[in-house]
């Protein structure tokens, strides 16, 4: 399940923009404020705890920081697809091969901490919904081809489960739970606050998503 779940969650996302065409990203704000508090409450309860009990408090900073160096330097070409901020000319047919490598770079990392902590694939899971539903809209309503855009999709679905695959199987990986899994902190860190802030207007917060982000954050704990 750890290996397909991600996969049906972007595919799926993907069948339902195409069937229900749903026009205005918008309306996915409270649902991406919910994923935001989500995993940054399952980064803090789950990840954090893991990694100091590996490594010292020094080294693991510097992997975090590292992480969220790495996660802007990741958007400079996706233009924040991750976090549901995409910027894809219509205009344009060719294929966004930018985007595509810094969101592959981001779902593979996305599939490491899973093959040791569970609960991570439930915050990659509901973060990885919205976007990909935003993301879809993106694809489906420019001038790139159909065919190309459930290329992209299919390929951006398989990297998340080949992160948890290879950190199952490789070696070196495991011997190095500790700084790559604070690196994937610090990529979460980064991802999870813009989306809290970015899901408000003028980053200000009213009742409603308030709420779910207390939300988020108790399922998150109870988890």
């Keep these: 399940m750890n290996y397909l779940l991600p996969i049906l969650a972007v595919l799926l996302s993907f069948v339902f923009v ?6 205005n990203k918008n309306h996915f704000k409270l649902v991406l404020a919910f994923s935001g508090a989500f ?12 990694v100091y009990e590996h490594s010292d408090a020094k080294t693991v900073g510097v992997f975090v920081m590292l ?15 991750e976090h549901g901020h995409v910027h894809i000319d219509s205009e344009k047919s060719g294929f966004p091969w930018a985007i595509f490598i810094s969101l592959c770079i981001h779902s593979f990392l996305e599939g490491f901490p899973i093959e040791h902590h569970d609960t991570i694939l439930y915050g ?15 694809l489906l309503t420019s001038k790139i081809s159909f065919t190309k855009a459930l290329l992209f999709t299919t390929l951006f679905s398989l990297m998340t489960p080949m992160g948890s695959y290879i950190a199952a199987h490789a070696q070196w990986i495991a011997n190095y739970y500790a700084p790559i899994t604070a690196l994937v902190i610090g990529v979460f860190l980064h991802i999870s606050t813009v989306i809290l802030f970015e899901s408000s207007e003028g980053h200000s917060f009213n009742l409603r998503k308030i709420f779910v982000i207390i939300l988020g954050i108790v399922f998150a704990y109870f988890l």
Excluded: R
Aim: hydrophobic share 60%; glycine share 4%; aromatic share 14%.
């Design 18 to 23: 195409y069937i229900i065409k749903p026009e």
């Design 39 to 50: 995993l940054l409450a399952l980064t803090i309860f789950e990840l954090f705890p893991s």
């Design 67 to 81: 992480g969220i160096l790495l996660q802007i330097f990741l958007e400079f070409f996706s233009k924040g697809a």
């Design 124 to 138: 990659v899971l509901i973060h990885k919904i919205p976007i990909a539903i935003i993301l879809s809209i993106f």
